[in-house]
C-alpha cells in the first residue's frame, strides 16, 4: 500500500489565515473614537512589542500540547493541574458570554442601516426594547444553529473574506480620495504631533480595548505542528501577519482621518462609525448609498454566522473541556441529540442578565459602548492565562520538549513571557474604569459598579460551579 503523502500549511497560508482572524474594520473604528490619529502609534508599539511575542508564545505552546489540540485550557492544565485548567476554561467560556451578546447587538444595529439607511434606529428604539430584541436574536440563534450548522460556518468564511476586502477597499479608496477634486483631509491640524496619544488616565483605560482587537492567536496554534520547517517557517508567518496587521490598523486608522476630524469624533462612532465611513466614501465617489449597503450585507451576514457557531461551541466547550468533577451534573446532562440544553440555558441566562444591568443606561448608544468595552477588560484577563502557562514552560522547559522554541534562553523567553503578563493585567485592571462617560458623574459610577457585578458574577460562578459539583458526589457517595 502507498504510503500516504503528508500535506504541509505553508507560512504565507498561515499568515494568512491568522489576519482574517486577527484584525477587523470595526477593531479599528473602536480604537479611532478611543485614541483618534494617536491610536496610530499605539498600534505600531502595541505591535511590536506585544504581538510578535504573544503570537510566538502561541507556537511553542501549541508545538508543546500539540496531541491536545492546542487548547487555552489544556496548556494550563498541562502545566499546573486539573483544576486551574478547568477554571481556564470557565474564565475562556465566560469572556465569550459578553462578546456573543455584543455580537448580537451588531446584527440589530445592521438590520437598522439595512432597512433605515440610516442610524434613525437608534431614536426609536429605547434600551429595554434593544436588549429584548437583542435577546430575542441569541435565543432565536441557538435553535437555528442546529440545522443550519454547517452552512452557517460557510457563510462566516465567506462573510469574514467579504469583511476583509470591504476594509482593504476601504483604505485604498480613502486615499485615492485625495486626487479627487474635492478631496481633503478632514482632520484638522495635522501634523507629528497629532499622532502622538495623550498618556493620560483616559488613554489606559484603552488599550484592553486594543489587545481585544488583536487576540485571538491561540487560535491558530494547532497549526503549528502542520509546518514542514516550523522552526524556520512559524516566525515567518508571525512578522507577515504582524505586517500585515500594521499596515491595515496604520493606513486603517488614517484613511478614517481623511472622513472624520479625529479632534471632533462623532459620540456614536463607535457603534455607528464603520456605516458613516462607506457612506462619506461613496458620497465622495458619487456612488450613493451602495457601499455602505455592501457593508451592511457582509456585517449582518458575518456577524449572524459567528454568533450561531459562538452559541453552540461555547456551550459545548463548558460541558467537554472543564472537567466532569469541577461542574454539576444537570449542566453536563445532553439530550437524544448530543445538546447540552442546559448549558444552553446558562448561556441564555446570564447574557439576559448581562442584557438586564444595560436596561437602566440613558441610551442604545450607551448600551453598545458599555458592552464593548466589558469585552476590552474580560477578555484581554483571560489572555494572561496563554502568558503564564507560556511562563510554566519556561521555567521547566526540559519538561516541554517543542520543536518550535520561542527565544532559546529561558530566562529570557520568561522575561518576555512577564512583561506580556504584567502590561495584559494592567489593561485588564484600567479597563474598569469606564471610558465614554464624564469621570464623576452618575453614569460613571453606575458604568463602574455594573463592570465590577459583570466580571464578579462571569468569574465568581466558576468558583461554586466546583462546590456544587462537590456536593452531588458527597450526596451520591462518589470519591474524589
Known amino acids: 500500500m502507498e504510503k500516504e503523502k503528508k500535506t504541509f500549511i505553508s507560512w504565507p497560508i498561515l499568515a494568512l489565515m491568522s489576519f482574517v482572524t486577527v484584525i477587523g474594520f470595526d477593531d479599528i473604528v473602536y480604537n479611532f473614537q478611543n485614541q483618534g490619529m494617536g491610536v496610530i502609534t499605539s498600534w505600531i508599539i502595541l505591535l511590536l512589542l506585544y504581538v510578535i511575542p504573544y503570537s510566538l508564545m502561541v507556537g511553542q505552546l501549541g508545538s508543546v500540547f500539540n496531541s491536545e489540540g492546542g487548547g487555552l485550557s489544556s496548556w494550563v492544565r498541562g502545566t499546573r493541574g486539573e483544576k486551574l485548567g478547568y477554571f481556564t476554561a470557565w474564565t475562556y467560556w465566560a469572556a465569550s458570554i459578553p462578546y456573543v451578546v455584543d455580537t448580537a447587538n451588531a446584527v440589530v444595529v445592521g438590520f437598522g442601516w439595512l432597512l433605515n439607511g440610516s442610524n434613525a434606529l437608534e431614536d426609536s428604539l429605547s434600551t429595554a426594547m434593544f436588549a429584548l430584541i437583542t435577546l430575542i436574536i441569541f435565543v432565536s440563534f441557538i435553535f437555528i444553529q442546529r440545522f443550519f450548522k454547517g452552512s452557517l460556518e460557510f457563510l462566516g468564511l465567506v462573510g469574514g473574506g467579504a469583511m476583509f476586502i470591504l476594509t482593504i477597499l476601504y483604505v485604498f479608496m480613502a486615499f485615492g480620495s485625495l486626487l479627487t477634486p474635492s478631496g481633503h483631509i478632514a482632520t484638522t491640524n495635522m501634523s507629528w504631533r497629532t499622532l502622538i496619544p495623550k498618556f493620560d488616565l483616559h488613554y489606559f483605560t484603552t488599550i484592553g480595548l486594543l489587545i481585544y482587537a488583536i487576540n485571538g492567536a491561540e487560535l491558530i496554534a494547532p497549526f503549528v505542528t502542520k509546518m514542514k520547517r516550523p522552526k524556520k517557517d512559524f516566525p515567518k508567518a508571525m512578522i507577515m501577519l504582524t505586517v500585515m496587521t500594521i499596515f491595515l490598523t496604520v493606513f486603517g486608522s488614517f484613511a ?219 450526596r451520591d457517595g462518589l470519591k474524589d
Request: aromatic share 14%; charged share 15%.
Open 256 to 474: 478614517l482621518g481623511i472622513f472624520f476630524n479625529a479632534h471632533n469624533i462623532p459620540n456614536d462612532f463607535k457603534m455607528n462609525g464603520s456605516y458613516y465611513a462607506f457612506l462619506r466614501l461613496g458620497d465622495q465617489f458619487h456612488m450613493g448609498s451602495w457601499l455602505m449597503y455592501a457593508f451592511a450585507v457582509t456585517q449582518i451576514v458575518y456577524m449572524c454566522a459567528l454568533l450561531a457557531v459562538l452559541l453552540d461551541a461555547m456551550t459545548r466547550m463548558l460541558i467537554s473541556d472543564t472537567g466532569a468533577r469541577y461542574m454539576p451534573k444537570k449542566l453536563l446532562k445532553v439530550n437524544k441529540d448530543g445538546l447540552p440544553i442546559n448549558g444552553y440555558i446558562l448561556t441564555c441566562a446570564l447574557s439576559a442578565f448581562i442584557l438586564f444591568l444595560g436596561v437602566f443606561l440613558p441610551d442604545m448608544n450607551t448600551i453598545f459602548n458599555w458592552l464593548l468595552n466589558l469585552n476590552g477588560i474580560i477578555s484581554p484577563g483571560v489572555t494572561c492565562w496563554i502568558f503564564f502557562a507560556f511562563m510554566q514552560i519556561r521555567k521547566n522547559s526540559d519538561k516541554y520538549p517543542s520543536e518550535y522554541v520561542f527565544i532559546k534562553n529561558d530566562k529570557l523567553a520568561y522575561a518576555v513571557g512577564l512583561w506580556c503578563l504584567v502590561v495584559t493585567v494592567l489593561a485588564t485592571i484600567f479597563g474598569i474604569i469606564p471610558q465614554d462617560v464624564a469621570m464623576g458623574s452618575s453614569l460613571f459610577y453606575y458604568q463602574l459598579a455594573i463592570n465590577v457585578i459583570s466580571i464578579v458574577v462571569l468569574i465568581g460562578l466558576g468558583f461554586i460551579m466546583p462546590i456544587i459539583a462537590e456536593r452531588e458526589r458527597k
